[in-house]
């Protein structure tokens, strides 16, 4: 029997042992509670370290900075637009007790940011207009065909703080109140800002009448390009026509007068046989086989039938 209650002695000892000595790591600290009561400062020092056995409590938390993620809010700026605004922060437990005392874990850390961070953003983003939300600085910059169609007065209109700046408002007022939790605030920035979706829908509308107006306008400045090339070909055609018209017609006087030319002189050196000739070439191209002709005696025809008859 004395074996077995000294092994049963030991594995108490051992797990009394084991139970009254905790590690850090350099990346934890940690509060030790006595039935639910903080004992003692924190413990920051990694490596090993004792506690009473069985009776407390070791609270392991970060050192490191930690990521807040905040939900999206619908919150009216100043010039009454409804957007939909994300934040996200870095933050870290400075103060383990008083932490420990306010929220218990990193999980209500985390809710208690929600409340300070959405709330300093709320009343940040309410006290600016919409475009102080957007830019960050008054740099010029291309305003655009779209753009000058759906707001470009609007986006162009200078800013007094800007992005960057209401950032940095928010920070100051939420950092003012995080200490009271043992909480330091470093950093907080607007992740996305957007229309809610009743504006949006309407913004989308007006990109799409504006991007139709410049198609329209582009397809009349196409169509009026094509008519202009259009009646410039016409008139270089009938430039070209004209041309080609003009010049048949001065060969054609040309030939004429040369013919005249060489008719002339060859009435001039007989002109009995030229007669002669005009008169064979009417009757052939009048008459054929079956042609009756009726000449009076004093017809110039007859005169040169009768005589051609006599030869």
């Known amino acids: 029997m004395s074996r077995p209650l000294g092994a049963v002695g030991l594995v108490v000892v051992l797990l ?22 903080p004992v003692g400062g924190p413990v920051t020092q990694a490596g ?81 207009d919409l475009i102080e939300l957007v830019r960050s600085s008054n740099r010029p910059f291309q305003v655009t065909e779209e753009l000058e169609g759906i707001g470009s007065a609007e986006a162009m209109a200078k800013i007094a703080s800007g992005r960057d700046q209401i950032a940095q408002i928010v920070l100051k007022k939420a950092a003012e109140i995080t200490p009271q939790f043992g909480i330091e605030l470093e ?51 009938l430039a070209a026509s004209s041309m ?3 010049t048949a017609q001065e060969k054609k006087g040309e030939a004429d007068a040369k013919a005249t030319a060489i008719y002339a002189r060859a ?8 007669q002669f000739l005009k008169t064979l ?10 042609t009756w002709l009726i000449l009076s005696t004093d017809s110039e025809l007859l005169k040169y039938l009768k005589a051609t008859g006599g030869r």
């Open 16 to 37: 009394l042992l084991y139970s009254s000595v905790y590690t850090l790591s350099e990346t934890e600290q940690a509060i030790l509670t006595q039935f639910g009561k």
């Open 48 to 128: 090993l370290h004792l506690k009473l056995p069985l009776i407390q409590e070791v609270h392991h938390f970060d050192k490191r900075w930690l990521e807040f993620d905040g939900d999206a809010n619908q919150i009216p700026t100043k010039d009454k637009k409804y957007i939909w605004v994300e934040t996200y922060a870095r933050w870290r437990i400075a103060d383990p007790l008083r932490f420990f005392q306010a929220v218990q874990d990193e999980r209500g850390g985390q809710s208690r940011l929600d409340d300070i961070v959405d709330g300093q953003t709320r009343n940040a983003v309410a006290s600016f």
């Open 187 to 237: 950093d907080v920035r607007f992740k996305r800002i957007n229309y809610v979706e009743t504006v949006q829908q309407k913004v989308f509308e007006r990109m799409v009448s504006e991007r139709r107006r410049i198609a329209e306008r582009s397809r009349s400045e196409g169509q009026g390009r094509a008519a202009e090339i259009r009646g410039q070909k016409e008139r270089d055609m």
């Open 244 to 246: 080609g018209y003009r």
């Open 267 to 274: 009435y001039g050196r007989d002109a009995e046989f030229y």
């Open 281 to 290: 070439e009417t009757l052939g191209s009048g008459m054929d086989d079956k």
